[in-house]
């Protein structure tokens, strides 16, 4: 069993930039790739970026080059640096955690965070 608790979301100007972190408990962080995924209002949940348990990382098109993903196992902890941010990248971002490596969908994932709002104003 993982539980996952997100934190570092909040209301920041476009151009602007946020760190958002999970912090994990239970047994073995460093088995499980973590995924950082988004909801906003109307869409569907999905992927914005992945780590493996070895430490390959994975980032979508749409946020690339502007958010970072990273994980600390020596603190049970995973990252999102999100830099340059924009309107569309408002959402509830959420941590999950899935026991196989190389997972995109949300469905893949066996533990989920309960979210941190993130509002990029124009």
């Known amino acids: 069993q993982v539980q996952l608790v997100e934190s570092g979301g909040g209301l920041v100007q476009a151009g602007g930039s946020l760190r958002l972190s999970c912090a994990a408990s239970?047994?073995?962080?460093?088995?499980?790739?973590m995924g950082w995924f988004r909801q906003a209002p109307g869409k569907q949940r999905e992927l914005v970026a992945r780590?493996?348990?070895?430490?390959?990382?994975y980032s979508v098109v749409s946020v690339k080059g502007r958010f970072t993903i990273s994980r600390d196992n020596a603190k049970n902890t995973v990252y999102l640096q999100m830099n340059s941010l924009k309107p569309e990248d408002t959402a509830v971002y959420y941590c999950?955690?899935?026991?196989?490596?190389?997972?995109?969908?949300?469905?893949?994932?066996?533990?989920w965070g309960q979210g941190t709002q993130v509002t990029v104003s124009a």
């Open positions: 999950a955690a899935s026991s196989r490596d190389w997972k995109s969908s949300p469905s893949e994932y066996e533990y």
């Open positions: 239970g047994r073995s962080f460093s088995n499980y790739a």
């Open positions: 780590i493996t348990s070895g430490g390959y990382t």
